[in-house]
């Protein structure tokens, strides 16, 4: 199946199983390009197990998506919720996979998700030059700011 032809309804929550397909994400071609630190795969790893451990324990604090193709995980959406009912969101695709709607189809899907759980609001925090991640969390987000602890970094809000 072409990523073009991928439905919305093959976004489903993440599970164990998903695990070395996420690495692989997170590890994909220029993936960390704006990332203010550079993460071993070892470290890369332990922060997906994290993520995985907190949908077990603790439900309630964290939406944990990903989109996939029969077995193969090709992008992920994550908000956690951080102090003050804010989430923190995260999203990726493999690096093969982009510019095909993927980021657009997880970014929609993880909206819907937290704002059922009830009013909050939420933040991502994008590079300047990262033309794709700032194009999309423009069409999502309500207002940005620039973050002073971090030059060249934008933060994007939204409340409901
Ligand atoms: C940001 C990211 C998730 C986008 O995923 P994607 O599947 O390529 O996104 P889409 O195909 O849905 O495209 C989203 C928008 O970005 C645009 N876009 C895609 N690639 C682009 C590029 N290289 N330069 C500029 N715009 C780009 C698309 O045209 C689309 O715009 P539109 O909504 O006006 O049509 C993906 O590039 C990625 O994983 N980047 C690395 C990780 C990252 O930076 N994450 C964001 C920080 S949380």
Same mark, same amino acid.
């Given at each position: 199946?072409?990523? =073009?032809?991928?439905?919305?309804?093959?976004?489903?929550?993440?599970?164990?199983?998903?695990? #070395?397909?996420?690495?692989?994400?997170?590890?994909?071609?220029?993936?960390?390009?704006?990332?203010?630190?550079?993460?071993?795969?070892?470290? /890369?790893?332990?922060?997906?197990?994290?993520?995985?451990?907190?949908?077990? *324990?603790?439900? =309630?604090?964290?939406?944990?998506?990903? /989109?996939?193709?029969?077995?193969?995980?090709?992008?992920?959406?994550?908000?956690?919720?951080?102090?003050?009912?804010?989430?923190?969101?995260?999203?990726?695709?493999?690096?093969?996979?982009? *510019?095909?709607?993927?980021?657009?189809?997880?970014?929609?899907?993880?909206?819907? =998700?937290i704002r059922s759980r009830g009013p909050g609001q939420c933040e991502a925090i994008?590079? *300047? #030059? #990262?033309?794709? *991640?700032?194009?999309?969390?423009?069409?999502?987000?309500?207002?940005? =700011? #620039?973050?002073?602890?971090?030059?060249?970094?934008?933060?994007?809000?939204?409340?409901?």
């Open positions: 199946m072409s990523t =073009e032809q991928l439905p919305a309804a093959l976004i489903r929550q993440a599970q164990r199983s998903d695990t #070395n397909d996420l690495i692989e994400i997170y590890c994909s071609n220029g993936f960390l390009a704006f990332s203010p630190s550079r993460p071993s795969r070892d470290l /890369i790893a332990a922060t997906v197990v994290s993520y995985l451990d907190l949908l077990e *324990s603790a439900p =309630e604090s964290i939406t944990f998506l990903v /989109i996939g193709a029969s077995t193969k995980v090709l992008g992920f959406s994550i908000a956690r919720m951080a102090a003050r009912r804010v989430w923190e969101l995260q999203i990726g695709v493999h690096a093969a996979q982009r *510019s095909q709607g993927i980021g657009g189809a997880l970014m929609r899907r993880i909206f819907t =998700e994008v590079h *300047s #030059n #990262n033309a794709a *991640s700032i194009r999309i969390a423009t069409r999502f987000f309500q207002s940005r =700011e #620039n973050v002073e602890a971090l030059p060249g970094y934008v933060k994007f809000r939204s409340s409901w």
